[in-house]
């Protein structure tokens, strides 16, 4: 997905949250129901979606290439990889610290 899609400043758009995209400003033909899509799915369910070429599925769903839509940012983070920093810290989870 590109904004600006057919100038000169038109530029891949790799991710957004739903209220980052302004389905609008995306061509009726085009993109627009897609992306009205996407966002809605993300919107309603707090999952994350994407859009992308059929022929790079593989791609599109490990996130290396299309666009991702996120849900809006969780208030902390509940997990993923850990940063070097965190090295040798015990492992919290949750607000309490338990599982």
């Not at 980052?20 to 999952?47: H, N, Q, Y």
């Not at 859009?51 to 290396?64: K, P, Q, R, S, Y």
């Not at 070097?84 to 810290?89: C, L, V, Y």
């Amino acid at each position: 997905m590109y904004a600006e899609y057919g100038t000169p400043r038109e530029h891949p758009i790799v991710h957004a949250t739903p209220d980052e995209l302004d389905a609008g400003s995306f061509a009726a033909g085009s993109m627009r129901p897609k992306i009205k899509a996407v966002c809605a799915f993300s919107s309603a369910t707090g999952r994350p979606s994407a859009i992308g070429a059929l022929d790079e599925l593989e791609a599109v769903v490990t996130g290396a290439r299309g666009t991702r839509i996120q849900p809006a940012p969780a208030q902390f983070h509940t997990g993923g990889p850990k940063s070097p920093e965190d090295e040798g810290r015990p492992e919290r989870h949750g607000p309490s610290g338990r599982r």
